[in-house]
């Protein structure tokens, strides 16, 4: 990542951070701003906002709907 931002340093590329804790600590703020890596902050809650959220959505469905029928097949049920 930190290359990525040296390659492109007039651009107007920026680093989404949620709102964890980890991405708020001082630490993490500083360490990103020696190394010119510029920030966007996404509001608290904002599941809507973080693209990511959408996936994770729609790999939850897709398990839902596909993994009890390719793992058990309950229409194939032995009972003996």
């Known amino acids: 990542m930190e290359q ?3 390659n492109h340093p007039l651009s107007r590329y920026r680093f989404w951070q ?3 804790s ?6 993490t703020k500083l360490n990103l701003l020696l190394r010119h890596i510029p920030t966007i902050q996404a509001p608290r809650y904002s599941p809507d906002l973080n693209l ?3 996936i994770w959505n ?23």
């Open 4 to 6: 990525f931002f040296r």
């Open 18 to 20: 949620d709102n964890a």
């Open 22 to 27: 980890s991405h708020r600590s001082y630490e």
């Open 52 to 54: 990511i959220e959408h």
């Open 58 to 80: 729609w790999i939850k469905n897709w398990i839902e709907e596909h993994y009890w029928k390719a793992r058990y097949q309950p229409d194939k049920i032995h009972l003996d």
